[in-house]
């Protein structure tokens, strides 16, 4: 299995961007993806999660309002929107996917997510 993100780049504060993640070699029946960030010396903190069957989406308080996630079922894509981005966004973003449903409060701890992809670096600066 393995997950290929892309989109990451500079910004504006207050511009948008909008990060890929296509997954191949598994085709989701169920669990999820989604979306993690972490900055140099802090532990990987959640972002956004939409489950597979449902299209139930989740978000951090951080970026509820400001960032849209979204799937593409037939291309087995996950995408995450950023708009209104601040300098406290600037992270590496990973996405990473479930094979499986996770509870709600699995859901933000990366242990819980069985792939992951590179990582893409954002970086919100004027």
């Known amino acids: 299995v393995q997950l290929q993100a892309s989109g990451g780049g500079l910004v504006q504060p207050g511009g948008s961007l909008r990060l890929s993640c296509a997954a191949s070699?598994?085709?989701?029946?169920?669990?999820?993806m989604g979306w993690f960030r972490q900055t140099p010396g802090k532990e990987r903190e959640f972002v956004a999660a939409?489950?597979?069957?449902?299209?139930?989406?989740h978000y951090a308080n951080s970026v509820k309002g400001r960032f849209t996630v979204s799937t593409d079922k037939p291309k087995n894509t996950v995408s995450l929107q950023m708009n209104s981005l601040s300098p406290e966004d600037t992270a590496v973003y990973y996405c990473?996917?479930?094979?499986?449903?996770?509870?709600?409060?699995?859901?933000?701890?990366?242990?819980?997510?069985?792939?992951w992809g590179q990582g893409t670096q954002v970086t919100v600066s004027s």
């Open positions: 070699g598994l085709r989701f029946n169920s669990g999820a």
């Open positions: 939409v489950r597979w069957n449902s299209n139930n989406k």
């Open positions: 990473a996917a479930a094979a499986s449903n996770l509870i709600v409060s699995s859901l933000f701890t990366p242990v819980s997510w069985n792939y």
